[in-house]
């Protein structure tokens, strides 16, 4: 390069025509295979489809993470996605705290769960498995979680007896009250599996009876006590929990681990059946009601899942830095965060603040040309890491699917009259 080419002039444009310009950046697009997102910088479609994707080995996983500041469109990202996944086969189950998803579950001819103190919408989370390996891990995390710490080796081994009794018992499905109410009073013969007595054993494990009595008779009464509301369709191809009147309460970490439990379940049921649906699992912005209750844990176990059964978790957040901020502080929370990010071959990028760019750029290590691009972004129009290959991606969104993602007006809340998919 001359050093009159060197000291050209700086040219002023607009982030939308700049797009166009970005030699380092832009590649050709991923390909026609998967749902149609946008348009990249070439002006060519932009499709994506993490499970084509990784079949042909530019992906390690199918997991991503949406990263944004507020109203970029990281949801309207995600809605749309799902929408257009849903018309071809594909399952989707989200966890949902701001009560945005109602217009897309109309659209798709479904309901929400909506879960509230009072609300009549009760669920067993003891039930969604019927095996007793699983049952009694999902027994012991709502337990950690009502207990807000880790269970001691006595109580680990009273909760596996407990279900083993009521199990043993009857043939009604096991719930919480039933195993608090064992823990009381535990019955001689699971006194002597654990080497000891009633009295002893019930003085060991009260604690933990404690936690799950008032899980049942506290504030959440008539959430968790009892087997799931009849009607429920658990396996609908689009499963929303609304989680949005309990996201400040300690429901919500049980509410994770029970939804954790189903979506193996469900993945369970289904791995023996050839050509299965595939599900994506979303936690749109459930990092802010977690982030207490073990985000990372819970993040790495559903990943965990991902590896398994190749389900695609969807995870929304603000900054790289609400990862790190979560779960408990210090090095073991930047570790998992690190860990997280390491398992999503995606990551789409929307418009960040300049404080967050070094962050952002050392942990996804972006180039210096991406890094400057992220705080140019406008709304609606991301930098997507795809294994490592980049695009810059403007999204698009049909008159129909902007209904569905308007988050500017009460529509998240009231719905609207929507056109289904097949009518
Ligand atoms: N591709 C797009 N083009 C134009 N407008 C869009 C696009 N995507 C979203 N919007 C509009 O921007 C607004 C904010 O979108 P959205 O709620 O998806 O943002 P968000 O990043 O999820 O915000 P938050 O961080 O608050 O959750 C919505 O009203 C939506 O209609
Ligand atoms: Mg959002």
Not at 205 to 226: H, N, S, T, W, Y
Not at 260 to 288: C, H, Q
Not at 331 to 351: K, P
Request: charged share 20%; glycine share 10%; aromatic share 6%.
């Amino acid at each position: 390069m001359s050093s009159r080419s060197a000291q050209r002039p700086g040219h002023r444009t607009t982030t939308r025509n700049a797009q166009a310009i970005y030699p380092f950046i832009a590649a050709g697009g991923l390909g026609g295979r998967g749902v149609f997102i946008g348009r990249d910088s070439s002006g060519g479609a932009f499709c994506y489809d993490p499970w084509v994707l990784y079949a042909d080995g530019v992906l390690d996983d199918p997991n991503a993470i949406v990263l944004g500041k507020l109203g970029q469109g990281k949801s309207a990202l995600v809605k749309t996605l799902l929408w257009r996944m849903l018309l071809f086969g594909r399952r989707a189950f989200v966890l949902d705290v701001k009560r945005e998803y109602g217009p897309l579950c109309d659209a798709a001819g479904v309901r929400p769960i909506s879960l509230q103190p009072g609300g009549g919408v009760r669920l067993n989370p003891l039930a969604s498995r019927p095996e007793e390996h699983a049952q009694l891990e999902l027994l012991r995390a709502v337990t950690v979680t009502a207990l807000g710490a880790p269970l001691t080796q006595i109580e680990a081994a009273a909760l596996r007896e407990a279900l083993r009794t009521i199990r043993g018992a009857s043939a009604a499905e096991p719930t919480l009250p039933a195993i608090a109410a064992v823990l009381f009073q535990p019955p001689v013969e699971m006194a002597r599996a654990l080497r000891c007595t009633p009295e002893a054993l019930a003085g060991d494990v009260r604690r933990a009876a404690l936690a799950l009595q008032d899980l049942c008779e506290g504030p959440l009464k008539g959430m968790f006590d009892g087997p799931t509301t009849p009607g429920l369709d658990l396996d609908a191809r689009l499963l929303v929990l609304d989680l949005h009147a309990v996201r400040d309460s300690p429901a919500v970490g049980i509410l994770m681990a029970c939804a954790t439990a189903w979506m193996s379940a469900v993945l369970a049921r289904e791995s023996d059946k050839p050509g299965r649906e595939r599900l994506i699992n979303v936690a749109d912005e459930s990092w802010k009601i977690v982030q207490h209750t073990g985000l990372g844990e819970w993040f790495q176990s559903n990943f965990k899942l991902a590896r398994q059964f190749g389900v695609m978790n969807l995870v929304v957040l603000h900054k790289l830095a609400d990862l790190q901020a979560a779960g408990d502080a210090g090095s073991r929370a930047a570790r998992i965060a690190e860990g997280l990010i390491a398992d999503a071959s995606t990551t789409v990028v929307y418009h960040q603040d300049e404080s967050q760019v070094p962050l952002t750029r050392s942990l996804l290590g972006l180039s210096e040309s991406e890094a400057e691009l992220i705080s140019m972004l406008s709304a609606g129009q991301a930098l997507w890491r795809v294994g490592r290959r980049s695009f810059v991606v403007q999204h698009y969104r049909s008159r129909l699917e902007a209904e569905l993602t308007n988050t500017d007006t009460g529509m998240s809340v009231t719905g609207g009259r929507l056109l289904r998919h097949g009518r």
